[in-house]
């Protein structure tokens, strides 16, 4: 019952799901209508229905009315699945105890109609049972595609973690923070699994950074930070074609704009950034900050959200930011402050 209501919770009205009402409203209309036409071609006793200069004889009415029930019922099945096929069953049953009815009642005329019943029946349940079986083996296949492309991605994103010790598990890191921002802004379950394989690939472009800048201790010289700001465009381009999943390549591309439009490599500005990679951008800040690198150890959480706060509205996106501070003040991060005073600055 529990699991009835929350999935009854979950559905949102939208024209489609209006269409799909009144479509299966509209079926059992016809249904009865079938129903009465059939009742009525029953009652009739020989002649013909006339049409121009031919004619239907009555007697063949009730089958034509019979055969168009079994095609509303099985549609009930095509088009709604489990819910058709339990209607279509719960259909028959009615049918079947009024013509068993009739028949006991020595109304042997119903024969016909029990018996094209009985194969209204077998033609649900097949269909059915078929439909099934194909809906399984595309799940199965869906699930393969889904399997191997997050293997596909987790190792990209291994070899990207692994260029640099110190930045070991970022991508992994931002991904998982990514997603909690996500949460925080109401974003569904679908869009949350599509945005953590885009934080994981994020940084993909650094594969092509050569590792003494990549992993340089000291500071870099404008040549030098040029070319890691290039990892935005390289990445773009090694994602660009991949057309496995929607956006894969925007929080690569995006992650470095600024909402204020200073950023780069394209200078976007406010909600021109994909959303994806306006979140990414605050994970993968508040991740940087709180991780040691070469040329730094890490930041204390308290110092990272004040600076989260500062750049709200310049570099960050107001409300991904404001989501993320909203996490800190939970205790979500709680977690790296156990060796701060260890590796702090």
């Known amino acids: ?62 089958g034509l009315f019979t ?52 194969a209204a029946l077998v033609a649900v349940v097949l269909i059915y049972q078929s439909n099934r079986q194909i ?20 190792a990209f994103t291994n070899c990207i973690d692994g260029k640099d010790a110190y930045t070991n598990g970022h991508s992994y890191r931002v ?50 930070f040029d070319i890691i700001k290039s990892h935005a465009q390289r990445g773009y381009e090694i994602l660009k074609d991949v057309k496995i999943q929607e956006d894969i390549a925007a929080g690569a591309h995006y992650h470095h704009e600024r909402f204020d439009g200073k950023g780069y490599p394209g200078g976007l500005e406010g909600k021109d950034i994909p959303q994806v990679a306006r979140i990414i951008a605050v994970a993968d800040a508040f991740d940087a900050m709180s991780s040691t690198r070469s040329y730094r150890k890490k930041l204390p959480l308290d110092y990272i959200a004040e600076e989260i706060e500062r750049c709200t509205g310049t570099q960050f996106d107001p409300e991904a930011a404001k989501a993320l501070l909203e996490l800190y003040k939970e205790g979500a991060f709680d977690h790296l402050k156990e060796k701060e005073d260890d590796n702090t600055f």
């Open 1 to 62: 019952m529990n699991k009835l209501i929350a999935r009854i919770k979950q559905i949102k009205v939208t024209p489609k799901f209006v269409l799909k009402v009144f479509f299966y409203l509209f079926l059992h209309f016809l249904y009865h209508l079938c129903e009465y036409g059939n009742q009525w071609a029953g009652s009739l006793r020989g002649g013909m229905w006339k049409i121009g200069d031919s004619g239907i004889p009555y007697a063949t009415l009730p």
């Open 67 to 118: 055969a168009l029930c079994t095609l509303i019922l099985i549609a009930w099945v095509v088009f709604y699945g489990k819910l058709g096929y339990y209607t279509s069953i719960i259909i028959l049953i009615l049918r079947f105890i009024r013509l068993t009815i009739k028949i006991l009642n020595h109304h042997l005329s119903f024969l016909p109609g029990f018996f094209l019943g009985i």
């Open 135 to 154: 809906i399984r083996t595309q799940q199965k296949h869906r699930q393969e595609l889904e399997d191997f492309t997050k293997s596909i991605i987790n």
């Open 175 to 224: 991904a998982q923070y990514t997603v909690m921002i996500g949460k925080k802004l109401g974003l569904d379950q679908k869009t949350l699994d599509k945005y953590y394989n885009i934080g994981l690939l994020h940084d993909i472009g650094k594969i092509s950074i050569p590792d003494a800048i990549l992993t340089k201790p000291g500071k870099l010289t404008p040549e030098e």
